[in-house]
């Protein structure tokens, strides 16, 4: 995927457009304006994060370099995984485009300070507080990874997005579990993307952090009456992952009237309404 396959598409006054780079980087645009969520362009993971019983292989390339995204708007971090807050690519932005604005759960602003990322380009949010970002709207949701985590002050550690865009709404989970109460907060909701790599005592014991499994994804789809889902976290790590037949094979015996789209990497998708 090249900078040019983003900037060059055409949109209606009635469309988006979303930009699959992997794990759980989404990439939106909306009326000429573009917004970045979890972006994850490079392999610190596997640098950093291997060790002698857990080796981390990116399975494919980032499909664009982080450097070309010089036009991007916003960027939002979800939680500060490095899979989901990674230095590289974000590093890389805040060098290519001057006017990009980092958004991120107030308790993980410090993260990006750290990364180098200038104060005055970092904003931090809270969940249930709605912020408008140009053409987006924006409602911060709590996360639960696999607990709902506060620090000292009562903000939520990790967050799920709400995006409004005129009469259409998305949210993005980020890294998260079912709780009480998440279903709601997502009724009626058009565009539900949510992670499906599932969690276990096996990886746990790894210090990997679980998720919604498949089943949990398509009957939340279910209950909040999505208009389509989209699975993520499920492709970049064979240690980490799943097999997206099983997926689709449990969302035909679960839910089979359920939209879904299953993304390839540097895919794009629009969406009309």
């Known amino acids: 995927m090249k900078k040019d396959f983003i900037l060059n598409t055409k949109l209606t006054e009635n469309q988006a457009a979303i930009f699959y780079l992997g794990q759980e980087g989404i990439l939106l645009k909306y009326h000429e304006q573009y917004l970045l969520i979890d972006p994850y362009l490079s392999d610190y993971v596997d640098r950093h994060c291997s060790t002698e019983t857990l080796k981390w292989i990116r399975r494919y390339p980032a499909p664009i370099d982080p450097k070309e995204l010089d036009f991007i708007d916003y960027v939002l971090c979800t939680h500060d995984h490095y899979d989901h807050c990674d230095p590289y690519t974000l590093q890389a932005i805040a060098r290519a485009g001057a006017h990009t604005v980092f958004l991120a759960p107030k308790p993980i602003t410090s993260v990006l300070c750290s990364y180098g990322i200038p104060e005055d380009r970092i904003q931090g949010v809270t969940a249930d507080t709605r912020i408008e970002l140009g053409e987006f709207g924006l409602l911060p949701i709590p996360a639960a990874h696999e607990e709902l985590h506060k620090d000292e002050n009562g903000d939520y550690k990790e967050l799920g997005y709400k995006v409004f865009l005129d009469r259409l709404s998305l949210y993005h989970a980020g890294d998260c579990c079912i709780y009480d109460g998440l279903a709601k907060r997502l009724m ?9 790599n ?12 679980g998720n919604m499994t498949v089943e ?3 009957l939340l789809a279910r209950e909040t009456h999505a208009g389509l889902l989209i699975p993520m976290h ?3 790590y064979q240690v980490n992952c799943i097999n997206p037949a099983f997926f689709v094979d449990s969302l035909f015996s679960i839910n089979p009237s359920q939209p879904f789209h299953m993304f390839t990497p540097g895919e794009r998708y629009i969406l009309s309404w």
Do not use: N, S
Request: hydrophobic fraction near 45%.
């Open 188 to 196: 009626g909701i058009d565009v539900l993307m949510a992670p499906v």
């Open 216 to 218: 949990e994804a398509i």
């Open 234 to 236: 499920y492709d970049l």
């Open 198 to 209: 599932g969690r276990g005592y096996y990886k746990l014991r790894e210090d990997i952090i």
